[in-house]
């Protein structure tokens, strides 16, 4: 096949329009695409962004010829997909969300199998397969079953499979979601290189903003519609002179203040970053006469604007009132400074010959928000099942809410919250069907029932949504369906596995101020996330790899750990690399010496 020549628009669409009937007479309309028009150029990579259920991937539907639009103009490769869309699958690479793999087959067996479905010929997959498996680092790996690969190489071997012939156009829909920092970083090496290299015309959509401003073109969109497209360069420059970085006073955290700076009229975005509150407002913050009382008590000084501020610029500006309200206990706990809700001592587990968890010690304090990072398999989600008592320890001490989980599992437990990695409630369920199942399974009866029922549809927002299925709602009122049945018994201590994996940037922060506000009123709070930004809400952070704890300490600690030549600050994502490939690199050195 002949390579497009480089900027010519491989992707056309023009005022796109679709609308899908749902409910239970399936007769609400959801507009999930209003009149879009993008172009994609060949030779470049082109990125997709914006909030949960912007219409993300139905346009990547519509494009891979799986759907058909209502009405408006769509061309891909020269063809329409509505009337041809086979020419267009026989041309392009496509990795949905939840990309098809069979765990049960072998990383070789799952290439060979999506060869077969695409009719790659013998002669070609010996050209494509050293190719692919040098591109992913999987040639090691080739008799290893799927379901035993860590989450980064499930994604590496899903876009190996994607590319195992060579498409003209390559659509990747949330290519990293649940995968770690390391993983992600390298899955996007291999992008950028297919796009630099090969000429490859890419259109991919993400939640990571870092991920966008890679791209020679963004779109973002926000509830079907088109609010911005152009350079990452241009979004960026859209909050020239509104980022400050703030300095919090003696007496507050960077996450406290940084909540309360959200309820500023002027604000626009706030985020904790290295101990200070990065902050973008319309209003000069230095302006006394504004009133506004955070502002005034606190240091500012001006930064250089990135993507993501740009990009909060112009969410704000069409959804001027989305900071979500924070959360309220009935009953706010009250803890001794320096008490200890979890003690964890020389904790391990094994399964048969396998060590999943290995001598890890840390202590988390009442009413502190400790994060637990690391990559793919490392051993976090291992820990949090021991420490939910859901899993026995193979060796150590582990004691939650001062009870020895090993020997009272079962009183522990009622101390604790647990939100599941995955949406775990049931989806055929309402979500006044889940609240009322998860508060009987918690031993809630009759009055006390229905108040806490009535809490967490207030508190969360959820209200409007009762008798919607759980499973079709969009993922940031998912995530707070859960969080909301989690905290139904009013547990002292909340564990959060990668509770906001696949969330775009607005429901991040509106998560983040409802855990602020649940560690001011005592909860102990323990997570796993893969967003290193989020660890800057964290008062202490462990970093896992390989079954054991490599580094702990506050945030900025953590941070001063990473490796950098050219001078710049460097990030939480710098300092959890660093000191994964660090300690990789020390272990494999010794096994040579060995």
Not at 25 to 37: C, F, I, T, Y
Not at 338 to 357: I, S
């Amino acid at each position: 096949m002949s390579t497009p020549a480089v900027g010519k628009p491989l992707v056309i669409a023009r005022d796109v329009r679709r609308t899908f009937l749902r409910g239970e007479q399936r007769k609400e309309v959801l507009v999930a695409l209003d009149g879009v028009s993008i172009e994609a150029r060949a030779g470049e990579l082109t990125a997709l962004v914006g909030p949960d259920g912007a219409g993300k991937t139905t346009l990547m539907r519509l494009i891979a010829g799986l759907m058909t639009a209502d009405s408006g103009e769509l061309t891909v490769l020269g063809a329409n997909p509505a009337t041809d869309p086979q020419f267009i699958q026989d041309r392009i690479g496509y990795m949905p969300q939840r990309f098809g793999l069979y765990e049960d087959l072998s990383v070789q067996e799952n290439l060979d199998l999506y060869a077969d479905l695409h009719g790659v010929m013998p002669e070609e997959r010996r050209q494509r397969y050293p190719q692919l498996m040098q591109m992913t680092n999987l040639g090691a790996f080739t008799k290893r079953l799927a379901g035993r690969l860590s989450g980064g190489m499930k994604q590496k071997l899903g876009l190996a499979c994607t590319l195992v012939r060579s498409p003209e156009l390559l659509l990747l829909d949330e290519p990293t979601v649940g995968v770690d920092p390391l993983s992600r970083r390298e899955l996007w090496e291999i992008v950028l290189g297919l796009v630099e290299r090969q000429g490859l015309t890419v259109l991919v959509s993400t939640s990571y903003l870092d991920e966008a401003e890679r791209s020679s073109q963004v779109v973002v969109l926000q509830r079907g519609r088109v609010l911005a497209q152009g350079a990452p360069g241009e979004v960026t420059g859209l909050a020239a002179g509104k980022t400050f970085v703030v300095e919090p006073p003696a007496h507050r955290t960077a996450r406290s203040l940084q909540a309360a700076l959200l309820d500023e009229p002027d604000v626009i975005d706030a985020v904790p970053d290295g101990g200070r509150v990065r902050l973008v407002c319309d209003a000069a913050p230095t302006d006394q006469s504004s009133g506004n009382v955070q502002m005034q008590a606190a240091a500012f000084a001006p930064a250089p604007a990135r993507f993501e501020d740009g990009f909060m610029v112009i969410l704000r500006r069409h959804s001027p009132q989305q900071h979500s309200s924070a959360i309220a206990l009935e009953r706010p706990l009250r803890a001794r400074a320096g008490e200890a809700a979890v003690e964890v001592r020389d904790l391990g587990k094994r399964f048969g010959a396998f060590t999943a968890v290995d001598e890890v010690s840390f202590e988390v304090h009442r009413g502190q928000i400790f994060g637990l990072l690391g990559p793919n398999g490392a051993g976090k989600t291992t820990t949090f099942r021991m420490l939910c008592g859901l899993l026995t320890p193979s060796a150590g001490v582990l004691r939650v809410a001062g009870l020895d989980v090993r020997r009272a599992g079962a009183a522990a437990r009622q101390s604790l919250g647990y939100m599941a990695q995955k949406f775990s409630l049931y989806g055929t369920l309402t979500v006044l069907e889940n609240l009322e199942f998860f508060a009987s399974a918690y031993g809630l009866r009759g009055e006390r029932r229905r108040a806490r029922i009535e809490w967490a549809l207030q508190q969360f927002e959820l209200g409007e949504h009762l008798d919607e299925k759980s499973g079709q709602l969009p993922g940031g009122y998912q995530q707070r369906l859960a969080m909301s049945a989690a905290l139904l018994h009013e547990p002292e201590i909340l564990f959060l596995d990668e509770p906001t994996s696949g969330a775009d940037a607005l429901a991040r922060r509106s998560f983040w101020r409802r855990i602020t506000a649940l560690a001011e009123q005592g909860v102990t709070v323990i997570v796993t996330t893969h967003f290193m930004q989020e660890a800057e809400y964290c008062d202490r952070i462990a970093i896992m790899d390989s079954a054991r704890v490599l580094a702990q300490g506050t945030p900025a600690e953590i941070r001063r750990l990473a490796r950098h030549a050219d001078g710049h600050e460097p990030t939480m994502e710098d300092a959890f690399i660093s000191v994964v490939t660090a300690s990789r690199a020390g272990t494999q050195q010794a096994e040579r010496a060995a």
